[in-house]
């Protein structure tokens, strides 16, 4: 059953969901710029201050699902208020910080808000016609993409030009700007589900996701086979048997455990994971063959000299192609069904990585107007795909329950990017050589480690456009479509 029943388009409200969504995704990537400079700036070690870009990684999928879920139960535009409001308090604890401590506490902050792209799009289910709501859902999981754009070059000017205090305060800033608009222009639909909130099952996701998620970004530094990491994956899985235990038998759980392993949406989730290997593998090769000395192309790498404000502009343009592709996977949906748009997505972004490995195990020597046409390929892919994935999701759910499997959703994409920092880390890691650099020498990966990395991605999109296809034409339950 369709519950969108005003005739109108809240073009507005839509455009502020979409710029909470751009805001959030800002607060990611605001932070790699800082990244050399943090040990000094905190007084810490480069080892402790590599936890400001892991605090947010784990709050931010811990609180995805609860979002969603609170969503349901007490109205999602509450949930949305309360995200940005944790965004702008993180922002001006970072900003205010006088060390390490203090600083993990405002970036911890900070990710509580990621769960605001998935509670947005089950927001617009409630808020927007029918006919136009693959466009809007399609724009909003597209503002990951201009986010993550604008972030880098957004963060190093400030940071450069200004402060990196100032860099925060205007991130608090914008995030209570994006605040009050969303008060003031995005209404109060669709009714909530109420009930008891799952507690137990909260803390029980809680906790497997810190230990999977820790021993996956701290494994290559800490050694896949120390007692530490070790241990990460048997509380892993142990927790893991608990939590589902207790979600099968709950009466209100946190997951719906039927819903989410059903044959649709489970399909769809696995295709989510493939996508956001994929989206971040991109995020961590590119940048790092553009800063790489150009020394490293003589000594049997790839490297482009260029510094992180020109990198990043270079990479700019893929995340606004990625907005802009939103819409032809709205239209796609609409023609062919999200299941093909996905799959075509996930095969423009396999031609992405087609072409990086052609850059790099090519006879002719590469360059940035290279990377800047696969960045464009691969946001291309990126729009598709991304706005395809909810639309397939809400295609095999009830309206009840739709900011919690969006949720789960957003969480499968964060494991994906969170598999792609531990794999394509440790193989970057892995085969390295020492060039002369413009402040001595420097330690880069390999072209085989590039070749390696960007293989294993491939193998992603492959995974991720079978999976697409895979999922069902047609819902079993033709009265829960909305689109």
């Known amino acids: 059953m369709i519950t969108?029943?005003?005739?109108?388009?809240?073009?507005?409200?839509?455009a502020v969901l979409c710029g909470a969504g751009i805001v959030v995704a800002l607060m990611q990537t605001i932070i790699v710029p800082l990244i050399p400079l943090l040990p000094s700036l905190l007084?810490?070690?480069?080892t402790n201050a590599s936890w400001t870009l892991t605090?947010?990684?784990l709050t931010g999928a811990v609180v995805t699902p609860i979002s969603g879920r609170l969503g349901d139960m007490v109205g999602k535009r509450r949930v949305l208020v309360a995200s940005m409001a944790a965004v702008a308090v993180g922002s001006a604890v970072c900003a205010l910080a006088p060390g390490l401590l203090v600083f993990l506490v405002g970036r911890g902050l900070q990710g509580l808000g990621i769960g605001t792209i998935?509670?947005?799009i089950s927001?617009?289910?409630?808020i927007v016609p029918a006919d136009r709501l693959g466009a809007s859902i399609g724009a909003m999981s597209a503002s990951l993409g201009v986010g993550g754009a604008l972030g880098l070059p957004f963060a190093a000017v400030i940071a450069q030009e200004v402060s990196w205090h100032a860099l925060f305060w205007v991130s608090g800033a914008v995030a209570l700007l994006a605040l009050v608009a969303v008060l003031a222009t995005v209404p109060v639909r669709g009714e909530p589900t109420g009930g008891r909130f799952d507690a137990v099952g909260a803390v029980g996701l809680t906790v497997l996701l810190s230990c999977f998620l820790l021993a996956m970004s701290k494994g290559a530094a800490w050694g896949w086979t120390s007692p530490t990491i070790l241990a990460l994956f048997a509380g892993f899985a142990v927790a893991s048997l608990l939590w589902w235990r207790w979600e099968r038998t709950h009466r209100n759980p946190l997951v719906d455990l039927e819903l989410n392993i059903a044959r649709p949406v489970m399909l769809t989730n696995i295709a989510s994971v493939a996508v956001g290997f994929a989206f971040y593998a991109m995020q961590m090769i590119p940048i790092q063959v553009l800063m790489d000395p150009t020394s490293a192309t003589s000594a049997g790498s790839v490297g482009m000299g260029l510094s992180m404000v020109r990198a990043a502009l270079v990479l700019m343009p893929g995340g606004l192609v990625m907005f802009a592709f939103s819409f032809v996977s709205a239209e796609l949906t609409r023609r062919y069904g999200p299941r093909i748009a996905l799959a075509l997505g996930a095969v423009v972004l396999g031609l992405g990585y087609g072409l990086l490995l052609g850059m790099i195990a090519g006879p002719w020597q590469g360059s940035w107007y290279w990377l800047l046409v696969i960045n464009i390929v691969v946001g291309a892919g990126l729009g598709v795909a991304y706005s395809a994935m909810p639309a397939l999701i809400m295609r095999w759910v009830p309206v009840s329950h739709t900011g919690e499997a969006n949720g789960v959703n957003a969480l499968m994409r964060s494991i994906g990017?969170?598999?792609?920092?531990?794999?394509?880390g440790m193989i970057l890691a892995a085969s390295r050589i020492t060039v002369a650099g413009p402040q001595g020498p420097a330690s880069v990966p390999t072209s085989s480690s590039y070749l390696w990395a960007s293989t294993i991605a491939l193998i992603a999109c492959v995974v991720a456009a079978i999976t697409a296809l895979a999922v069902p034409r047609r819902p079993a339950i033709e009265?829960?479509?909305v689109l």
């Open 479 to 481: 009265e829960q479509s």
């Open 123 to 126: 927001l617009m289910r409630d």
């Open 4 to 14: 969108s029943p005003p005739q109108h388009h809240p073009r507005l409200a839509v």
């Open 55 to 57: 605090i947010t990684l």
């Open 43 to 46: 007084k810490t070690s480069p």
């Open 417 to 424: 990017t969170s598999a792609a920092t531990a794999v394509v």
């Open 118 to 120: 998935a509670v947005g």
